[in-house]
């Protein structure tokens, strides 16, 4: 069973991804309403189109319901196809849809409910009032308290802008599940997207799929999140876990590669101070391009790694880490090992970790598994071991099926 504090953040990212996917469906049927598309799917009526919208199944709250109402009655829905959408009668459709009755009841009866909304909600909601007495006409249709305000505006790597929603609380680290990042209880992505264009990579699988959607809306294009910059400050280690040593560890960018070619030296630059500002976390690093650690000032708790697939890597990563000094651990992920690998010395690693290629599902199909042969894993890790290296073979290594473990026998078997 998951601890309680995995199930909460499961509940709290839920939560999140509920609460963007009911405004996309609000902006999406504000924007086929408005420019007729509903029509070109063969609804006849405006109501059919309307019922067919489970809007109120998405959990609305108050306010965006009501604006939802209003969005279709303003476009000749009928009251009882608004109340099928929205999950309410036709009479409450009927009530909400009075200004004065409705602004009466938001103003004197349901304080509360406005007061869990964001502060904009408020404003909003004095500035309508205001408006009434000053031209005693019936307000417009108040805009959704949701809306803008909600969203931040990120930057790609290639200066386009994205539309995020507004995080409800402090910046946290996420923690981490399984078998990926074990020796970690944490990880933190101020940045996502990576274009080394991997085939098997794990990041895009989850970055592109249908469920994450809300979580990257840019997919896998690199993004800056200079809101999460305070979660080293702001994470607090549960008390029953402070004496192990992988809550103290975080992975950072596990959906991106920090180091990255297309990494302008400005993210880089923020998320190290942002490290070297909480010094207390050991931060576990890790790139593909490790020739961008050199000159960086490195958090001391850090475990600065690279990961090297294929032999065209070797090279670059052992000129890299020769120059690396100063860090808690210098370490190499040979996961997923591709080829059999050549490496003049592995002195300048203090852990070495060996991992097998599993299936994933690629924007353009199925990538499957890969198990390396024994060999080539039995021999880095008797050079791993010869130069003082700790290494972690991972599980889907030798407990895969398809690993052909020696099965020889002099004279045959
Ligand atoms: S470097 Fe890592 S994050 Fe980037 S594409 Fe390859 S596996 Fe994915």
Not at 75 to 81: K, V, Y
Not at 286 to 315: C, H, I, M, N
Not at 367 to 392: I, N, S
Request: glycine residues 6%.
């Amino acid at each position: 069973m998951e601890s309680a504090e995995v199930r909460y953040g499961r509940l709290l990212e839920a939560a999140e991804i509920s609460g963007y996917t009911v405004q996309r469906a609000y902006e999406v049927t504000t924007e086929m309403l408005e420019s007729g598309d509903w029509q070109k799917l063969g609804f006849r009526k405006i109501d059919d189109f309307i019922r067919s919208i489970p809007f109120g199944s998405l959990g609305p709250p108050e306010s965006l319901r009501k604006s939802y109402e209003r969005l279709a009655n303003d476009h000749g829905a009928t009251q009882r196809a608004i109340g099928d959408s929205a999950g309410v009668s036709a009479a409450t459709v009927n009530r909400d849809l009075r200004p004065d009755v409705s602004d009466e009841t938001e103003q004197s009866h349901e304080p509360a409910l406005d007061q869990q909304e964001d502060e904009l909600t408020l404003v909003l909601d004095v500035s309508s009032e205001t408006e009434h007495s000053a031209d005693a006409k019936p307000a417009p249709a108040p805009m959704p308290a949701w809306q803008a305000p909600a969203m931040l505006t990120l930057l790609t790597h290639t200066g386009d802008e994205v539309s995020y929603p507004k995080p409800q609380g402090k910046a946290t680290f996420n923690q981490t599940q399984g078998d990926g990042i074990s020796w970690a209880s944490w990880s933190w992505n101020p940045v996502t997207g990576c274009l080394h264009g991997c085939r098997y990579c794990y990041a895009r699988e989850i970055a592109t799929s249908d469920r994450a959607k809300a979580s990257f809306p840019a997919g896998f294009t690199p993004l800056f999140h200079p809101e999460r910059l305070d979660a080293p400050a702001n994470t607090i280690i549960p008390a029953k876990h402070r004496d192990d040593p992988a809550w103290r560890r975080v992975f950072v960018c596990s959906m991106a590669d920090l180091y990255g070619r297309w990494v302008s030296d400005e993210w880089i630059s923020q998320v190290h101070e942002s490290m070297l500002d909480s010094p207390d976390w050991q931060y576990i690093l890790l790139t593909k391009f490790p020739a961008r650690y050199v000159g960086l000032d490195l958090p001391a708790g850090a475990w600065v790694g690279t990961s090297v697939d294929e032999q065209k890597r070797v090279r670059i990563a052992e000129d890299a880490f020769r120059k690396i000094e100063g860090v808690k651990v210098k370490w190499l992920s040979l996961e997923p090992l591709l080829e059999p690998l050549e490496f003049d010395d592995l002195s300048m690693f203090d852990w070495v970790v060996i991992g097998a290629q599993t299936r994933t599902h690629q924007p353009d199909g199925a990538v499957e598994a890969f198990t390396p042969p024994f060999d080539w894993v039995a021999r880095l890790y008797v050079q791993a071991k010869e130069a003082g290296c700790m290494v972690h073979i991972k599980p889907n290594v030798l407990q895969s099926p398809h690993m052909a473990l020696p099965n020889e026998y002099p004279g045959g078997h």
